[in-house]
């Protein structure tokens, strides 16, 4: 069964930063299209960015765009996710997955950002 650990979210000031991992069970990370989704509270989950299996195409929601950078390290079966001037509306629990993405999520890392 995949296995998804994301970790790394915390409460910060507006403008500020943090870096989320997720660590995965096996290859998934290697072979797949990984992406970070965020649910914030009271809306659906949503995709926020998305890299290749390369490591080299990605995407981004408009709404982190220039500020969020998705990367990933195929020897340490890691993904993770730069997110840099950080205002309150990127408080949301964030989670990786495949994309498209499996069923089986994990619990996820609350990022909460304060005005």
């Known amino acids: 069964q995949v296995q998804f650990v994301e970790s790394g979210g915390g409460l910060v000031q507006a403008g500020g930063s943090l870096r989320l991992s997720c660590a995965a069970s096996?290859?998934?990370?290697?072979?797949?299209?990984m992406a970070w989704y965020r649910q914030a509270p009271g809306k659906q989950r949503a995709l926020v960015a998305r890299?290749?299996?390369?490591?080299?195409?990605?995407y981004y929601a408009d709404s982190v765009k220039g500020r969020f950078t998705i990367s990933k390290d195929d020897a340490k079966n890691t993904l993770y996710l730069q997110m840099n001037s950080l205002s309150p509306e990127d408080t949301a629990v964030y989670y990786c997955?495949?994309?498209?993405?499996?069923?089986?999520w994990g619990q996820g890392t609350q990022v909460t950002v304060s005005s």
């Open positions: 096996g290859s998934i990370i290697r072979i797949n299209i």
């Open positions: 997955n495949t994309d498209p993405y499996f069923p089986s």
């Open positions: 890299v290749s299996t390369g490591g080299t195409i990605t």
